[in-house]
């Protein structure tokens, strides 16, 4: 690499980036979220000091966000519209309207286009804000006019508690440290899994309802193991069940009722085995949305309790 006194931040970036791309792609990670992975292994393994500062907590470092400025850009020019298309990237889950269910893209981030000063803003969402219309997030609506404004505001409030779910594991997600690809690999099924679920209720018929349950309870199985892997021993257990897995990943900390709730609600492991393989009588769809919100919490909390 030439003398960096003379080069400017984004020719710097521009060096680094194309084998840490490389190793990206090669591992699996989506393009829409390496721009964010890749800003920081620049900061963790390519950078040694920072003057008058550190390299701790620096996703709220304002010379983190040059950084990942720079990075974007770079994606940009390497990737054109394929990155673009995916630049506000969305979680497909599903909600019951009238008892019907429906299903929703959920926006995970939102960029705003650059300013004339060559400046734009990055929003990781963790919440639903004050902007944002819930309802136009539902695909193939009904006609919400038909709806009374008591309808309409629980219908609401279902949306914004998935979409911060999703939105909470996701940002989570971007920023664990993973301590083994086993951890790293259980992490990155969690997400697409709790889309399956989805995808699969909106469906409505019995099989695809008995998928569903297998769906629910694996990325919850997923969400456990990772957490297991990561703080308890290098390989998870070889089960389905997640009463037995929290059992085993259980801490001094005492845990929200809304988990010991979601927890209880889970098949055992043999009966998800058996709703994967049609074994057992379909279940209804109030049960299959039971246990997607159930595993919905518990990805959720051992998500957040990842280093």
């Known amino acids: 690499m030439e003398d960096t006194s003379t080069q400017t931040l984004s020719s710097v970036i521009a060096e680094l980036l194309p084998p840490i791309d490389e190793a990206l792609a090669e591992r699996g990670e989506p393009l829409r979220q390496r721009p964010h992975k890749a800003a920081t292994l620049v900061v963790e393994h390519c950078i040694i000091d920072i003057k008058g500062d550190s390299k701790d907590g620096y996703l709220t470092k304002p010379w983190f966000g040059s950084i990942l400025a720079a990075t974007i850009d770079w994606y940009d020019k390497i990737y054109g519209k394929a990155l673009r298309v995916n630049t506000g990237f969305t979680h497909t889950a ?15 981030s939102s960029f705003t286009p650059k300013s004339s000063d060559n400046t734009f803003w990055i929003k990781i969402l963790a919440s639903v804000q004050s902007d944002e219309a819930p309802l136009s997030w ?4 009904p006609n919400f006019a038909e709806l009374s404004g008591d309808q309409l505001a629980l219908i609401t409030q279902e949306i914004r508690k998935t979409a911060e779910n999703a939105r909470v594991i996701s940002n989570t997600l971007l920023t664990v440290d993973h301590v083994s690809e086993n951890a790293r690999r259980h992490s990155t099924l969690v997400l697409p899994h709790l889309e399956s679920t989805a995808k699969l209720i909106a469906k409505h018929d019995p099989l695809a309802l008995s998928s569903a349950i297998w769906e629910a309870n694996f990325a919850a199985e997923q969400a456990v193991k990772s957490y297991l892997t990561q703080v308890k021993s290098p390989k998870a257990p070889k089960t389905h069940d997640i009463k037995i897995l929290h059992q085993l990943a259980i801490w001094d900390t005492p845990h929200p009722q809304s988990l010991i709730d979601s927890i209880a609600l889970m098949p055992s492991g043999a009966d998800a085995v058996r709703y994967r393989y049609y074994e057992l009588t379909s279940p209804t769809l109030s049960r299959v949305m039971e246990l997607y919100e159930a595993s919905q919490i518990i990805c959720r909390h051992y998500v957040e309790a990842l280093p």
Request: aromatic share 10%; proline share 16%; no cysteine.
């Open 94 to 108: 599903a909600v019951l309207i009238r008892h019907t269910p429906f299903l929703l893209q959920v926006p995970l």
């Open 138 to 141: 539902v695909q193939y609506p």
